[in-house]
């Protein structure tokens, strides 16, 4: 059974930095991840694509992060990172970690709760 395991976020006040880390278990997994990435979820709004990487390093960020989060992704380790800079109040949300094992075959995590203080 391969299971997302999350860590980081908390309580940031406006302007401050964190880092989310999740690692796609078992590690030692005999195939290659084709993807992985981060979405969030605001109170009361929808589910939104946060960053996304391929497996050959390919990524793609959601408009309102680009220039302040960087994915980065261990494929040795199938963990992937978030570094997320210059944090405001809107970043406020449950981020959850996503890996697409192969096309059709999607794993999420349980979700990391970020609070971003004004």
């Known amino acids: 059974q391969v299971q997302l395991v999350e860590s980081g976020g908390g309580l940031v006040q406006a302007g401050g930095s964190l880092r989310l880390s999740c690692q796609c278990q078992?590690?030692?997994?005999?195939?290659?991840?084709?993807?992985m990435g981060w979405y969030r979820q605001a109170p009361g709004k929808q589910r939104e694509l946060v960053a996304t990487?391929?497996?050959?390093?390919?990524?793609n960020y959601a408009d309102p992060v680009k220039g302040r989060f960087t994915i980065s992704r261990d494929n040795d380790k199938n963990t992937v990172l978030l570094r997320m800079n210059d944090l405001n109040p809107q970043d406020t949300a449950v981020y959850y970690c996503?890996?697409?094992?192969?096309?059709?075959?999607?794993?999420w995590g349980q979700g990391t709760q970020v609070t971003v203080s004004s």
């Open positions: 990487v391929t497996n050959g390093g390919v990524t």
């Open positions: 996503h890996a697409q094992i192969v096309p059709g075959w999607d794993v």
């Open positions: 078992p590690s030692e997994s005999i195939f290659s991840i084709h993807a």
